[in-house]
């Protein structure tokens, strides 16, 4: 086996799914530590810490059917609901879908202007974008609305859509998603006519490396709400997650930033700790399974031999063993396995906990674990060891 292949065995490709964390380590240790969930960046042998990815009611579709909400429970047993939420009737949003029956009620004084149902929106747009668009007018004003799910439902004045019919207004949303770019420690950027009306400066709190950004932006009258958080290891390489929203009249972005830090510190707690994972020269097996550095600069703290990362680490490996070590001071974990006479080493280093207060000394336990809940996660889809 050459060098190159060494390399593709040590890049865990597809991105892992967060693991459940149960007997990682005792649960009183485990109690106040948040989790990241984690994304695999392949080119610089980075698992790269990321938070917050994605939302079940991001403004856009590349997928047929959208995705329904899904009720879950947080660390303290209080449901956390949808949010935003369907808002009741009012002038600003005057008509009400339900999913389950499909009848639409009207706030007092409004009635039904125009609609189009599902085989017209897959004629116009080409896909299962959308239940239902429909306008509704009281004689002196037109809301037009667009229910994709029951958590992705947007609102906008028909007058400041540029006169546009609602059929042309549904092909223009379906057109112009807000696309929003990040990277940490810069502004968010969103494109296709869309306009930043509000910047929220790190909402969530954290503490470099870490960083968040929150930011309201306009297209037409219709709004959206947006959450990044990420983080920039001095290894390199940045993970980014986000959050999108349609806005919801009676709602505002203060309040979906505490829904969504709410969410993100309970995935978090179900979750794994990030970790990044390179090929290392830092050390070598002398006799038996007993780890020794080979330059200087390296210090072995603590080594254990044969640990558990799980079959697919144990499977073939003549010779294994665990160890934390510093380089050039800096602490860092080490993983060797021997198999088929080729030595590798991996230097694991756990990422950063988002906010300071919860950031402490990570043990060789503690690191093992994480790895071996990795490892052994079939639906993870990623692994360093084959």
Known sequence: MDWHDALDRAIPHPPPRPADPAGLVAAGKRAVRRRQAVAVGGTALLV????????????WHDRAAP?????????????LDAYPTQPP?????????DFD???????????????????EIRRLIGSDYSQLFLAA?????????????????????????????????????????????????GSIRVGDGWTITRKVDNPLDYDLPWDSEAAVAEREGMEVWILFSGDKPESGGGGEGYGVAYAAPGQTIDEYIARRDKEIERDMAEGTSGYSASMSEAIEFGAGSKLVPI???????????NPDLGEKFAQGATRSAAARITIKGKEQFAIAREKDGLTLVYTIELAVEP??????????????????????????????FR
């Open 67 to 79: 995705t329904p909400p899904i009720a879950t429970q947080s660390e303290a047993d209080e449901a």
């Open 48 to 59: 790269a810490a990321v938070i917050g990815l994605g939302s079940a009611y991001a403004p």
């Open 355 to 384: 906010r300071s207060e919860d950031r402490g000394t990570r043990s060789l336990e503690d690191a093992l674990a994480i790895v071996k809940a990795r490892e052994t996660d079939e639906m993870g889809g990623g692994s360093l």
């Open 101 to 119: 029956t499909k009848e639409v009620t009207f706030h007092d004084g409004w009635e039904e202007a125009d609609r189009i149902g599902r085989k």
């Open 295 to 305: 330059k200087g600069g390296v210090e072995i703290l603590e080594q254990v031999a």
């Open 137 to 185: 007018t009281n004689g002196e004003k037109t809301i037009y609305a667009n229910f994709m799910n029951s958590t992705e439902i947007a609102y906008a004045d028909a007058a400041r859509t540029n006169g546009k019919s609602l059929s042309e207004w549904a092909e223009d949303v379906a057109a112009h998603h807000v696309r929003p770019r990040w990277s940490v420690g």
């Open 89 to 97: 009737l009012s002038d600003d949003s005057p008509l009400r879908y």
